[in-house]
């Protein structure tokens, strides 16, 4: 079992910057692949950022140029670093884990970022 705890949401003004840690613990050896989810209200739950193990990131369209996803896998860490933040960025960012990006076996709890106009 893998557990993820996500950090670092908050409230910012647009434009400005947050950074979202996620820390796991547990059966980690196996985990190659973590990643960062959100969901606004009333829409779908979405992909944000992707890393595997090797360092092969994946983006969003919509946060291409100013999301920045990162990991340190001697700690067991991901990390989304937010800059330029608009409001449509409000949502409830969660980290995930995987053997492989897509499939994704453990979800951590979500941390609220809302962006204000």
């Known amino acids: 079992q893998v557990h993820l705890v996500a950090s670092g949401g908050g409230l910012v003004q647009a434009g400005g910057s947050l950074r979202l840690s996620c820390a796991a613990s547990?059966?980690?050896?196996?985990?190659?692949?973590m990643g960062w989810y959100r969901q606004a209200p009333g829409k779908q739950r979405e992909m944000v950022a992707t890393?595997?193990?090797?360092?092969?990131?994946n983006y969003a369209d919509s946060v291409k140029g100013r999301f920045t996803i990162s990991r340190d896998n001697g700690k067991s860490m991901v990390y989304l670093q937010m800059n330029s933040l608009k409001p449509e960025d409000t949502a409830v960012y969660s980290c995930?884990?995987?053997?492989?990006?897509?499939?994704?076996?453990?979800w951590g709890q979500g941390t609220q970022v809302t962006v204000s106009s």
């Open positions: 547990g059966t980690i050896f196996n985990i190659r692949a």
């Open positions: 995930v884990a995987g053997v492989v990006v897509g499939n994704w076996r453990f």
């Open positions: 890393i595997t193990s090797g360092g092969s990131t």
